[in-house]
């Protein structure tokens, strides 16, 4: 990633509209800021939420709140807590995502 002709500034996320993105169950709530390229997302899903696509855009996501479940398509399953983080290319490996109870997450891609 390569950040230029970005200026510092601030952003006060509750002033940011969600917008509303249905899972195969449950919803995420995306507070979404686009810099140039950079997407900076605030995500909130919803108890039960679980993607209904296999996601194979990069991330860098850190979990706020509560607990997200990441699924790799080979099987592999990683469990975010809050201050744990992930980081994945574009086109790396396919992953979803899933939470039992809830989570916030911070995500810039």
Request: aromatic share 10%; net charge negative; with cysteine.
């Amino acid at each position: 990633m390569n950040i230029s002709d970005l200026p510092f500034g601030t952003t006060d996320w509750s002033q940011v509209a969600p917008t509303e993105h249905r899972g195969e169950t449950g919803t995420a709530y995306w507070r979404t800021c686009n810099f140039g390229e950079i997407r900076v997302r605030l995500v909130e899903y919803t108890p039960g939420y679980l993607a209904d696509h296999w996601c194979v855009k990069g991330h860098i996501l850190l979990c706020l709140e509560g607990e997200l479940s990441t699924e790799l398509d080979d099987g592999r399953t990683f469990t975010l807590t809050p201050g744990m983080s992930y980081q994945v290319a574009d086109h790396a490996e396919a992953h979803r995502s899933s939470t039992a109870r809830g989570a916030k997450l911070f995500i810039v891609d």
